[in-house]
């Protein structure tokens, strides 16, 4: 039993011997001095009792204050995580925003790199095919060069067949050929033995007509033919104009 319950059943011990000592004979002198000593042992008793319960709430109160403060300090802690976890959760949302832009960043960069490989295939064809162009252009060039050669070597030997019947000796006038009065044979001119420069003829490619046929049926030559016309090659196309070249 607690010193409280003590207390207590000194009280009510105190009360009953009172209470008998009014109910029964007059007690004596020496039973009211017990009685006082005890209700003064009693009131101390009490008086003690109360200071320990004083003593006893006070400490309750300091724990009570201590419970409080601790109480307190955890609450400060747990809204401080509280503040730490929803930064972070913002961090977190942050960095998953910044992932998705990475990812949609190497997305684009990914397409890009197709699009400039698909690029760099266009561009290796076209520098194929310029290349192509290139040689079919200087392959063009020594190809007009040579017709152009051979135009030269055409005129060089047509002008030496006119300087060749030029040379030739004048065959002698006829009788027929005399006419009197002014203006004379010697006023016409001279046949030379040799056939002079014509005209260019020219001449309609029919259908199924080939460059060969041609040169064969009005007897020249072929390649003279190629060059006069200014052909890379043989072929030739119906309606196509052709200018023969001239004979001696």
């Known amino acids: 039993m607690t010193k409280h319950g003590h207390a207590f059943d000194a009280v009510v011990l105190s009360g009953l011997v009172l209470w008998s000592g009014c109910a029964g004979p007059q007690p004596s002198a020496r039973d ?3 009685i006082e000593s005890a209700s003064k042992a009693e009131s101390m008793q009490a008086q003690r009792t109360i200071l320990d319960l004083h003593t006893e709430v006070q400490g309750l109160q300091r724990e009570l204050g201590a419970a409080r403060a601790a109480q ?3 609450e400060g802690e ?6 730490g976890v929803q930064e972070a ?4 949302d942050a960095q998953r925003e910044e992932l998705a832009r990475v990812r949609e ?7 890009t790199g197709r699009e400039v490989q698909g690029q760099l295939v266009e561009l290796g064809r076209l520098r194929q095919q310029a290349a192509d162009a290139e040689r079919n252009q200087s392959r063009l060039q020594a190809m007009e060069a040579a017709v152009e050669k051979q135009a030269r070597e055409l005129a060089e030997l047509k002008a ?3 300087k060749a019947a030029a040379r030739v000796k004048p065959k002698p006038l006829t009788p027929e050929l005399a006419v009197s009065g002014t203006g004379g044979a010697f006023d ?3 046949s030379t033995g040799a056939s002079t420069m ?4 020219t001449i309609i490619v029919q259908r199924g007509d080939t460059l060969g046929d041609l040169a064969r049926k009005h007897r020249v030559e072929l390649a003279d033919l190629m060059t006069v016309n200014k052909l890379a090659s043989d072929r030739i196309r119906p309606g196509q104009e052709l200018i023969l070249p001239e004979s001696y």
């Open 105 to 111: 960043e190497r997305d684009r960069l990914a397409q």
């Open 188 to 190: 016409q001119p001279i």
């Open 198 to 201: 014509s005209s260019p003829r």
């Open 160 to 162: 030496r067949a006119q």
């Open 89 to 92: 959760q913002r961090q977190a």
């Open 72 to 74: 307190a300090r955890l």
């Open 78 to 83: 747990l809204r401080e995580a509280q503040r």
């Open 32 to 34: 009211l001095q017990v």
